[in-house]
């Protein structure tokens, strides 16, 4: 077995199924809650980094209005070093931007005195409070408005926009940690749960292999002749179904064994003859000429007998295959069974015995001729040679819109009734002796009954001992493949 089999052998196993199976349902949710967790804590850890720094920038805001911080000019000391506390507690940049949008205050010392109109500060100038998250860049950016209320009417004015962005660098860190210590957790559980999966799996599966082996040892012959794997239903099925199978191969295997012998007996027998007829003459010193032709006729008959039991087994080998070598045609019945009277003729005149047609309707049928024939010869040949002098038989052909029916009734010896369902085995004849003296090789009826069955009809037949026969025959009108 090369490599690559072994291996695709491997994947397309049960076990490597089931494992993979236990592996997606165990990984499935571990990833999907790993996911959702790492999720949730950045949503969460940024919420709450806003609210906080959020409350502290408007105190901060509240401070620089009322010390009228973008009036003074930086003068106002105390608020100027909150604003710088604010600015390194949280690793950001604050902006103090006074009514016409200049920056009067950067923490980072950057952009003093520069004019700044962004879509934020200019929403903020609207009253607006605007908190945004960029978690690309890592940042949290806030922009509020600085609102003064007129002590004596209660109005309120924005004289500017505060502008605080801080770095989320530490959710991030926290976030890098916590993934990557799920993420040796996740390997962890998906290399055990792809251990336990391996040893249940080749668990689950054994019961396969210990079927297997069996029906090896069966088929080698080792082992018990009857398989019973019981560990599960489906095992204990597949066994039943096998030993059943295994029941009807020794069958059809012990019949087989049975014609075999059958045949070697029956092929023997017109050798032995001959041997015999042979030996005999020529251990007699000066035998008559006469006496030779004598013998050699003998041999000659027994020669005709081995030549037609030969016939009679190509003809049952031939009816043995399946339908499919069955050459269907539109065939005049009524024509068939006629031709086949005349050529019987002669024998039933020989055994004086009467033989009468009975035609009811035209009849065509697609049948195979030649093993049609074959089969009705055989019936209306044993009506004859079976019968009495003096005896008759008939033969009447009848059809409905389905199927056709031929009956052959004599007026012979019949057939004893144990002996019945045993007349169309092949070699049965109910009496050797007899059947042998008329020329008959015991395999005509196997013959009839396999043609008439390839054509999907059914043969039956009746009988008293020494009144008479009947054999019904029906045949489908239309060939059913
Ligand atoms: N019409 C019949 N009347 C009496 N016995 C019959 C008839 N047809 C068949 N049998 C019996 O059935 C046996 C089997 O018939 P068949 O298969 O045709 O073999 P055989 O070569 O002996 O004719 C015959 O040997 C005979 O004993
Ligand atoms: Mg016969």
């Known amino acids: ?55 502290q920038a408007k105190i901060l805001a509240n401070q620089i209005v009322s010390s009228d911080y973008l009036n003074s000019g930086q003068t106002v000391g105390e608020v100027d070093v909150q604003i710088e506390q604010l600015s ?55 922009t509020l408005p600085l609102i003064e209320t007129e002590e004596d009417t209660g109005e309120k004015y924005i004289i500017g926009v505060m502008m605080v962005s801080v770095s989320t660098d530490s959710i991030n860190l926290n976030l890098e940690y916590l993934s990557t210590s ?48 019981d560990d599960y239903t489906e095992t204990k099925e597949i066994c039943e179904k096998f030993n ?40 007699m010193e000066n035998a008559p000429v006469e006496l030779y032709q004598e013998f050699m006729a003998d041999i000659g008959n027994e020669v005709e007998r081995e030549t037609k039991i030969i016939n009679d087994l190509l003809s049952l080998v031939k009816m043995d295959k399946s339908a499919a070598d069955l050459n269907i045609s539109q065939v005049n019945i009524n024509e068939l069974v006629e031709t086949i009277l005349k050529r019987l003729k002669p024998i039933a005149e020989r055994q004086k015995v009467e033989l009468v047609l009975e035609s009811f309707r035209p009849v065509t049928a697609d049948v195979d001729e030649v093993k049609i024939t074959l089969a009705f010869t055989n019936l209306i040949e044993n009506a004859i040679k079976y019968n009495k002098e003096d005896g008759w038989v008939h033969v009447s052909l009848n059809a409905d819109h389905q199927y ?19 007349i169309f085995e092949r070699f ?14 015991g395999l005509g009826l196997a013959i009839t009954r396999n043609a008439i069955l390839m054509h ?6 009746f009988s008293t001992e020494g009144e008479g026969t009947i054999f019904n025959v029906r045949i489908p009108l239309n060939y059913i493949s």
């Open 88 to 142: 390194t507690i949280y690793d950001g940049r604050v902006m103090i931007i006074d009514d016409s949008f200049h920056i009067v205050r950067d923490t980072y010392a950057l952009d003093n005195g520069k004019t700044i109109i962004s879509e934020e500060v200019m929403k903020s100038f609207g009253g607006e409070e605007i908190t945004k998250y960029d978690a690309k860049n890592r940042y949290i950016e806030m």
């Open 428 to 441: 049965y004849r109910v009496d050797k002796s007899h059947s042998r003296e008329i020329g008959g090789t």
């Open 244 to 283: 059943g199978m295994i029941g009807r191969m020794k069958v059809l295997d012990d019949s087989r064994q049975e014609f075999v012998s059958n045949v070697s007996h029956e092929l023997k027998t017109p050798l032995t003859s001959m041997k015999v007829l042979a030996d005999s003459i020529n251990s």
């Open 404 to 422: 056709f029916y031929l009956k052959v009734e004599d007026s012979g010896m019949g057939i004893p009734e144990d002996s019945l369902e045993h």
């Open 182 to 229: 799920t993420a040796v957790i996740m390997l962890t559980c998906i290399f055990i749960i792809g251990t336990i999966a391996y040893f249940v799996a080749s668990w689950l599966v054994r019961p396969l292999h210990k079927l297997s082996r069996s029906i090896e040892e069966v088929q080698t012959g080792y082992g018990e002749d009857a398989l019973a794997v």
């Open 456 to 461: 999907r009809g059914a043969i039956k037949v």
């Open 1 to 55: 077995m090369t490599k690559f089999k072994k291996a695709a052998d491997f994947f397309g196993s049960l076990r490597w199924r089931l494992i993979l199976l236990f592996l997606l349902i165990g990984i499935i949710p571990s990833v999907l809650s790993r996911a959702g967790m790492l999720g949730s804590y950045e949503n969460r850890a940024v919420f709450i980094r806003t609210s906080e720094i959020l409350s």
